[in-house]
């Protein structure tokens, strides 16, 4: 019983309670504020920095596929299409899941970025140490999709309904909730 406290009664020797004048507030604990989960605080948040990651890999799907054109036909030459073909469904996934909140397209788009990270990671063991830049960065991209990713799995079908419509007014102040951009 929560603000009460045990009084032994002296004449029964049974324990009575007592409702104290004072009774202490029901506080959530550290690791339910600290993870987000308390009822009712931190959805406007939540779904600002949704809607901030959203439109920072929408960008980063826009750089990555124009990169991945010109190492396709700088790098590739005559596999230029099959190149194309083979790795364009990265940033069409991506961009798909910015402009949609897709799930699914989202989850495309963090394995496109595991399997780079990993490419990256082969390619420290051959071509040495500066090749370490394109893996921090590729790291840090793929972070922001997961967190991404785990924001879309979050958010209830009416909250993304909310966010593919033209967004509120209010949240021109995201612009301090920006990953990238």
């Known amino acids: 019983m929560s603000g009460s406290y045990q009084n032994i009664d002296s004449q029964k020797g049974t324990p009575s309670f007592q409702q104290s004048y004072f009774p202490t507030p029901d506080f959530p604990s550290v690791q339910a504020v600290v993870a987000g989960v308390v009822e009712g605080q931190g959805d406007d948040e939540r779904l600002m920095e949704t809607y901030s990651l959203a439109r920072s890999i929408k ?31 990265g940033p069409a996934c991506g961009y798909y899941s910015a402009k949609h909140y897709h799930i699914h397209s989202a989850r495309g788009y963090l394995v496109y970025y595991v399997i780079k990270v990993l490419t990256d990671v082969g390619r420290l ?36 309904e909310g966010l593919q419509s033209s967004p509120n007014p209010a949240w021109e102040s995201a612009q301090g909730y920006f990953y990238v951009f």
């Not at 190492?71 to 099959?82: Q, S």
């Not at 893996?135 to 799995?153: E, N, P």
């Open 59 to 89: 960008v980063l799907s826009m750089i990555d596929a124009i990169l991945l054109t010109f190492n396709a036909v700088f790098f590739w030459g005559p596999l230029f299409f099959i190149v194309m073909l083979a790795l364009a469904w």
């Open 125 to 160: 063991f051959v071509a040495g140490f500066w090749s370490i830049i394109p893996l921090a960065i590729d790291s840090y991209i793929g972070r922001c999709v997961y967190v991404y990713c785990k924001r879309l799995t979050e958010a209830s079908p009416s909250e993304l």
